[in-house]
């Protein structure tokens, strides 16, 4: 017989709490009061917080496993507000190490139960793990369709179509080297853009010439995409109204995969839409079903109304889906949805790498010089370098390493890992719908792992250094694209486009700080971006022999001035 139901209420209150006995009208309500806190508290200070000590109950292992530290939080919220700040990579880091849980470290968002890896052996284990294999899909990602996009469908049979599918017909080397043109030709215009707005500001009230790099960047790497994926190029700015209205989806699209929704780790708020999460979804989908859409009919009439399969050469990625939804393995909202992710996933990495590396490359002059040094003597003076020259440009290819390492686009490897089932990690019991995060930034900025982490040295990923980590995910001392199944299909391509691009820029522009000098504060967003964007002297190089007549460009960008 349990002890309530052999003792009244009121006599179990005067033996847990005698002093609050006196009282017999306050005793009931004080006492379930009382009891609502302990029991709050109790599942409260179990290690992990709230959602751990509710799923516990379950584990029928227990015995044989032993459970992870971790921080209770505050009570039912437990660490909502390292995900509310902006430094969530920061926070999480310092919280590994206090709790001296770099393995693997459990809390709680609500009633959201995580488990984070701060250290290469336990990240490999969840990465490389099929236990997790799907991704945590949060509101907004759902209503915005993306669980039927590559990177949030669940592990099976349609995930792995489309990643074989864009494996073959969008990220394989031969598809990569096909764009190598149209790269070079972005890359040539956001010269001309930058050289423009430096003369423009220079001649501005006596300006000083200072340039803001961040939308050059984020235009550039969109209209990449967009051409990649869509087949399609826009001018952003005055003028063109598909490009504005593709600039401003986007935008809002990323502030909508950005916020912490509270919905998402509290159910019950969710009816409620306290934040018009919801809502904007919605209203968004509206207008990337009529934009979207309007592009997939273009390429059916383009194919014809029989929607004929178009030879390789001329086709797209729009094409290869449409070639799908013939054999009926995709339906056309999926197709959307596939898509639309692909902007989201290549867009802001790319240039969001590309203002980290030209900050450092402001900060630290030697290492800008000596890059520029390599690039003289491979290219010469008379061209401008191109895809094929990279190979011979190891230091080029050190910077951006050095910069992935020291500025992850994707610190906490972007988006997360879901338990499929229940697991184990080492002696620690993971049950199945846990969230699984690896803290890479944790990792990559480790002293027991990196040799002066703090500092930016490019020369660690020298050819000649033997132990120097392969980065596409095969060593977890620095995998920024992920690893195992689900790591980042784009990486070949991403890497392509921050290398020429960053050989470009370097070849025709000597990076110099503003008076302002270079803030390296950092925002994590959907991305982890820099706080202020970059303000610097983009000085052409005698050695810039990129004329207007040197390539065709067939993009252009529109910039009002500020
Ligand atoms: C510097 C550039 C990039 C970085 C740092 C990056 C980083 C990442 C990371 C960390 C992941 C999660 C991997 C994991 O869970 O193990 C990921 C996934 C993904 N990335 Fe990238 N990425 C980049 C460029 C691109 C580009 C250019 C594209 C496509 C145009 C792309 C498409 C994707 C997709 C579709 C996924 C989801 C894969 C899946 O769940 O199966 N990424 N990326």
Redesign the pocket.
Known sequence: MSISSSMSSSELCSMLFPALACSTTLSFPLFLTLLLLISVFTFWLVPGGLAWSLSSSNNNNKKTTTPIPGPSGFPVLGLVFAFTDSLTHRVLAKLSHVFNAKPLMAFSVGFTRFIISSSPDTAKDI?NSSAFAD?PVKESAYELLFHR?????PFGEY?RN??RI?ATH??SPRRIAASGEFRLSIGATMVRQIKSLMTMEKNKNDGDGVVEVRQVLHFASLN??MM??FGKSYEFGEGDCDGNEVEELVKEGYDLLGVFNWSDHFPLLGWLDLQGVRKRCRNLVERVNVFVGNIILEHRIKRGGDNKTVDEGSSDFVDVLLDLEKENKLQHSDMVAVLW???F???D??A??LEWILARMVLHPEIQAKAQAEIDSVVGYTRTVTDGDLPNLPYVRAIVKET?RMH???PL?????LAIHDTQIGHHFIPAGTTAM?N?WAITHDHEIWCDPQEFNPERFMHEKEDAPNIM?SDLRL?????????????A???A??ELWLAMLLQCFEWAPSSSGVDLSECLKL?LEMKSSLLSKAIPRHTCILQESTLALPFSFTFSEK
């Open positions: 990465l991704r996009a590559m990177g949030f469908a995930w489309l990643r864009s969008l990220f990449n995409v990649t994926v992710e692909m902007i996933r290549g867009t990495t790319v969001i790498l992935l992850p686009p994707g490897l972007s988006w997360a890992r690896v890479m995910g995998a920024p694209f992920g690893a195992g199944r689900r790591v980042c299909p784009g990486k391509m991403g890497l486009i921050v991305s």
